[in-house]
């Protein structure tokens, strides 16, 4: 059941994501939640990570998001998963889209209530840096 219940939790996080809606990342995370995004302080709490994605969606608007691999290991009460992703952004100041690929981790814990929840969440680009001028 807790492989279910985390593919599941992955589905909302994503779904989150594609319809540019912060608000629905609060109840996936747990209260020690921390989230760690590319380019960014890490962020702490549902309400962190909630303020975190309000912020992003004011500058870019999900297009598009894929996981092209992905893994999940269960031991108990914690569950790592792994995997790969695009994510594609159109910038509300308007030009081109942006899009973007790299791998992730996230730490997921059941808890006290049988839910569970990403404790941790990383994520970073696999594109090469900009060449310097």
Do not use: Y
């Amino acid at each position: 059941m807790s492989r279910a219940a985390i593919d599941k939790g992955h589905a909302a996080w994503i779904d989150a994501f594609k319809r540019n809606d912060a608000k629905a990342l609060g109840p996936l995370v747990a209260a020690d939640m921390v989230c760690m995004p590319p380019h960014r302080e890490a962020v702490t709490g549902p309400q962190g990570v909630v303020d975190w994605f309000a912020g992003v969606v004011k500058e870019a608007r999900t297009v598009a998001v894929g996981i092209s691999t992905r893994e999940v290991i269960v031991a108990e009460d914690f569950a790592i998963e792994r995997g790969a992703f695009t994510w594609k952004v159109a910038p509300t100041g308007g030009g081109p889209n942006v899009e973007d690929r790299g791998n992730f981790m996230a730490v997921w814990q059941k808890q006290p209530d049988g839910s569970w929840k990403i404790k941790r969440n990383i994520w970073n680009s696999t594109l090469p840096l900009p060449a310097a001028r």
